[in-house]
Each structure stands twice: as C-alpha cells, then as structure tokens.
C-alpha cells in the first residue's frame, strides 16, 4: 500500500489537511459535517481516546459503516467483546495514530462467522481535544470488493491488517 485508493477516504483526508492546525493536528472543535462533502458523511467514523490505560470509544459511525459491518459501534469500546481476537491489533493501530500524531491508512480484512470476507480500506486522522492532546480519531471506511461478494446477513466478526501506510 503506498496511497490511498478510495475517493471518499481522499476526499476526507483533503478536508482534514485543510482544517486549521495546532502543531500540525487539527483540533476537533474545528470539525463541522456541514463542511464536508456528503458523499463521505455515510463513511465517517469518530472515537474518544483515554491514554490511562489507553482506550477506545466510539461516539459516531455512519450508516454506511453500519450496513457493511452489519453492526453499529457507536458508545461501545473497542475490546474483545466488540472486535474479538483482533482487538488488540487494532487497538495498537489507534495508538500508533495518537502517537505518531499523522494521518494513517490500512487495508483490512474484515470477515463475518460465516467466512464472507470484505476487503476495505481505512483511514484514521488524529484530533486534538480541549486540552491540547491527541483525544480523537475522526476516520473513514470503504469497501473496495463490494461487488465481488454477498453481502446478506454479513456480520463482522474477524479483522486483520493487510498493510498500512503513514500518509
């Protein structure tokens, strides 16, 4: 992987890059969905960051990640209980964006119980809180197989990192 392919994942990452930056981050105050393009609002997601222990929480996912996952997330933590055996992985994925405090993008392999498989692609763009610390990851996800498969009744269940990329 050495650049995004989706267009709504590029769209949302020009919008981040043009928010106005404290010390290269944008604050998440500035963050306003009247200003984004509206094909990219069904692809958004946002999650809250606690670094004491380090967690995860969902406070927002569009409808479009709700139909391809089959779930919703939002107010739930990222564990075990939400991303099973995975959870962990990913977890160190929103840690490597709060630390390395850049937009980050992987392709993941996102399977259901019953073995149907989506390949998509994610991006994950650090936010500053009130605080001035990394306290948010406002993302996007797309599918880039959706036409390659059967979609009824998927359910994720199982997530694993193809490749990932700092951008």
Not at 13 to 36: F, T
Request: glycine letters at 6%; proline letters at 4%.
């Amino acid at each position: 992987m050495n650049k995004l392919s989706s267009n709504k994942n590029h769209k949302l990452l020009r919008y981040w890059e043009a928010l106005p930056k404290a010390d290269k981050i944008p604050q998440r105050a500035n963050v306003d969905p009247i200003d984004m393009d509206p094909e990219i609002l069904p692809h958004i997601f946002l999650c809250s960051l606690f670094h004491n222990p380090f967690t995860v929480r969902f406070r927002l996912q569009g409808t479009y990640i709700n139909g391809l996952l089959g779930q919703n997330y939002k107010g739930k933590e990222l564990n075990e209980e939400t991303f099973g055996s995975s959870a962990e992985a990913i977890k160190d994925l929103y840690k490597h964006v709060a630390e390395g405090q850049g937009a980050h993008a992987v392709h993941e392999s996102i399977k259901s119980s019953t073995g149907v498989e989506i390949l998509a692609e994610v991006l994950y763009l650090p936010l500053l809180g009130e605080t001035g610390n990394i306290e948010f990851i406002l993302g996007s996800i797309d599918a880039l197989n959706l036409n390659q498969i059967d979609m009824v009744d998927f359910v994720s269940k199982y997530w694993k990192i193809e490749d990932s990329i700092d951008l």
